[in-house]
């Protein structure tokens, strides 16, 4: 290794100054969340200031609060863990035995994704509303499950398709069943597609708003519905409990990309592009 | 598959075993080539029919009748009034011509600087901390877009916002971005820039990632201009990735809605309306569910035609790795 030279501190200092431009939104709206209500909109602004941890104090002890957390901790896990398996159940046949339509279905279950959520949550407030569906548990996971599905079984499929046939074979020949196969000889090598496809639906689903404000109701709505619908308080927007509420919203999201930043790349792109960054 | 491997497969399965139970008949028809894999679909397909196959249909029927959430009437078939409505509706051409105009600002602003960024960080695995560096400029992406949107207002704003407070100790008088026609729609387009710019970035890499090292290193040795690198080498292998993260982005960008919701709610006016939100103010405000599903219905179209161009790019990219 050749020593590090000014230029390559020069260099280092530049990249470090990028990512930190690119955090200062969201480091300034944690830094928020320490202040009071009053030097949150004090001008100037200020760097300086004695922190307070009032505004969490408040956030834990409200009434809503943990109930709507606890929301977005269900809905997105119970989706997700579905949507994962009937999709790596789906991805494995699509994959070893195309059945006939194979391409035309996966095409029909991407183009669903790529439409714009008020388009897409339409028809599917009106079944809701019809069925009495509408603010269940079972409804929005079953729901947000489905809007996993497509970008998973695109994923697994792509790394099901990466495992020779042969194993399967190996596997029939000494007596396996399928069910054994699937899940002991396919399933462990297809664990980072597993992964990749956890991690960016835990995200999407953790962060949406739209279909949980308008299919989910008082007893289902997550935070981002609670930072949408609980801005006003006095006349006035409360940016106090806006700060410390995304401060601890986005905690979670962070680490996924802390800990399985290998993975982001894979997931962002269902599959379609792999490699290390 | 390979012809001769399904003949062996067969052939074991038809040897006798040891007990033959009903159970044991039950499932070895599950394992039937003609069974499993539809059994193993059978999941996602009840999915798909349930959640997107009828809500579609039902989409494409109501498109055709007159009906109203508000009115309290029955549909009432109308034949193609809904379609010729939206075609005669000024509001909904410029709403769609915005959200074009902020998809193209969008994906190019992101686009050039996604690869700036990412080329300035392809020698970056001496950084000291990289994968904290990383994670912070990710971060923008995984960020609520609610969230993003409600606390860029404080950001913005005219009297207490810090972008405002920077803006006077320039000397120049404050802007109301937000609150001003002319500049909410370039700040709403600078979020977007903002949170997706590192998508870009981590697509440039990918597709730096993918460049041989072997070619890099005899365009070393041949002395070649960095232009010319970049066109001849990085371009040519890097550029299915690009076009790729371009596709997606571009999908993404045409449906934006969270961040505007909170952000400008489509105003002041209608200057940041995109159609996605033009369409979320006539469903669930106006509750005018036929007009409505007939719009859905030709965003429906559009973004068929935008995964079909995806499709188109990603076999394409198959055809020429395997002729290479």
């Not at chain 2, 062996?8 to 009903?22: E, F, H, K, L, Y």
């Not at chain 2, 809500?55 to 007159?66: A, E, M």
């Not at chain 2, 890499?205 to 232009?227: F, M, N, Q, T, Y």
Request: proline share 5%; charged share 10%; net charge positive.
């Amino acid at each position: 290794m050749r020593p590090t030279s000014w230029r390559e501190h020069a260099y280092h200092a530049l990249l470090w100054l990028v990512a930190l431009i690119f955090f200062a939104p969201i480091f300034w709206i944690v830094l928020s969340s320490f202040k009071t209500a009053d030097q949150i909109l004090a001008v100037p602004p200020k760097l300086i200031f004695t922190p307070t941890i009032a505004n969490y104090t408040k956030l834990f002890s409200s009434a809503s609060f943990p109930h709507q957390l606890f929301n977005s901790v269900v809905l997105s896990v119970a989706a997700v863990l579905i949507a994962v398996a009937v999709s790596f159940l789906a991805a494995f046949s699509f994959s070893r035995f195309k059945p006939p339509g194979t391409n035309f279905l996966m095409f029909l279950l991407l183009s669903i994704r790529m439409l714009p959520g008020s388009a897409a949550i339409l028809p599917v407030y009106l079944m809701y509303v019809g069925f009495g569906w509408k603010d269940t548990y079972a409804g929005m996971i079953l729901f947000y499950a489905m809007f996993s599905i497509p970008f998973s079984v695109w994923i697994l499929k792509g790394f099901i398709d990466g495992v020779s046939p042969r194993f399967d074979e190996t596997g029939i020949v000494n007596g396996a069943s399928w069910l054994r196969i699937i899940t002991r000889t396919i399933l462990p090598q297809v664990m980072p597609g597993v992964i990749a496809a956890s991690i960016f639906n835990f995200i999407f689903v953790w962060n949406e708003f739209l279909f949980n404000y308008i299919i989910g109701g008082i007893s289902t709505s997550n935070i981002p519905v609670a930072l949408a619908s609980g801005l006003y308080s006095n006349g006035g927007v409360d940016w106090t409990f806006i700060s410390a509420l995304t401060s601890v919203y986005i905690v979670p999201p962070i680490l996924v990309v802390y800990f399985f930043q290998r993975y982001l790349l894979v997931g962002m792109t269902f599959g379609t592009v792999r490699g290390e960054v | 598959m390979e012809p001769g491997a399904p003949a062996t497969i067969n052939q074991s399965r038809d040897a006798p075993v040891a007990s033959t139970g009903p159970w044991e008949g039950f499932t070895r028809f599950l394992g039937r080539r003609d069974v499993l894999p539809f059994l193993l679909l059978a999941p996602v397909l009840i999915f798909f029919i349930v959640w997107n196959l009828i809500p579609t249909l039902w989409l494409l029927g109501l498109g055709f009748y007159r009906f109203s959430l508000t009115s309290g009437r029955p549909p009432r078939f109308a034949g193609l009034y809904n379609y010729r409505s939206i075609l005669n509706d000024s509001g909904v051409w410029i709403d769609l011509s915005r959200t074009f105009l902020f998809v193209f600002f969008a994906v190019v602003t992101e686009t050039l600087l996604g690869m700036a960024l990412g080329l300035l960080f392809w020698n970056s695995h001496r950084l000291p901390g990289r994968r904290i560096a990383l994670t912070m400029l990710f971060s923008p992406m995984v960020l609520t877009p609610v969230a993003a949107g409600t606390f860029w207002r404080l950001i913005y704003d005219p009297t207490f916002g810090v972008l405002n407070s920077a803006i006077r100790g320039l000397g120049f008088s404050s802007v109301d971005f937000l609150g001003d026609g002319r500049v909410a729609f370039a700040a709403v387009l600078g979020v977007d820039v903002w949170m997706w710019t590192p998508f870009m970035v981590l697509m440039t890499l990918a597709a730096l990632a993918s460049v041989p090292k072997a070619e890099l290193e005899a365009a070393e040795i041949d002395r070649l201009a960095w232009h010319q690198r970049l066109r001849l080498i990085v371009l040519h292998h890097g550029k299915f990735i690009l076009m790729l993260g371009i596709l997606l982005r571009t999908i993404d960008a045409f449906k934006t809605m969270d961040l505007i919701y909170d952000m400008t709610y489509g105003g002041p006016g209608s200057a940041t309306q995109l159609v996605a939100m033009t369409l979320y103010r006539r469903a669930f405000e106006a509750f005018n569910m036929g007009w409505s599903s007939a719009l859905a219905v030709i965003l429906l179209l559009i973004s068929i035609a935008f995964t079909a161009t995806f499709i188109f790019v990603l076999h394409w990219r198959e055809r020429r790795e395997a002729e290479s």
